[in-house]
Nanobody
Framework: QVQLVESGGGSVQAGGSLKLTCAAS????????MAWFRQAPGKEREGIAA????????RYNDNVNDRFTISLDSTKNTLYLQINNLTSDDTAVYYC?????????????????WGQGTQVTVSS
């Protein structure tokens, strides 16, 4: 059973940084990709970045700028999302996901496993 547990969210001032963490278990022989999504109030879930954990190759959604960095510590089975220069538009629940997509890497429909989410609130 794949389990994903996010942490690291919180309330921050605009301009600050956060590093979100996703602790994964049971995934190594089940899925190939891990990804970060976010969902702001009243909006659809949006893909941010995805990582092929067998090689470390990463992809970023075109609508995401370079303030976001996805990374993996395979020794700890932990996925990270570094977010710099936070703005109020980054306020959302951030989710970790895992699956084996072959296309549409930023569609929530292609990921089978999800964490419970971690809230990020940015105040100006």
């Amino acid at each position: 059973q794949v389990q994903l547990v996010e942490s690291g969210g919180g309330s921050v001032q605009a301009g600050g940084s956060l590093k979100l963490t996703c602790a994964a278990s049971g995934h190594r022989y089940v899925v190939d990709w891990m990804a970060w999504f976010r969902q702001a109030p009243g909006k659809e879930r949006e893909g941010i970045a995805a990582l092929y954990f067998r090689s470390g190759h990463s992809r970023y959604n075109d609508n995401v700028n370079d303030r976001f960095t996805i990374s993996l510590d395979s020794t700890k089975n932990t996925l990270y999302l570094q977010i710099n220069n936070l703005t109020s538009d980054d306020t959302a629940v951030y989710y970790c996901a895992a699956g084996s997509p072959i296309y549409n890497f930023f569609s929530s429909e292609v990921y089978e496993y999800w964490g419970q989410g971690t809230q990020v609130t940015v105040s100006s």
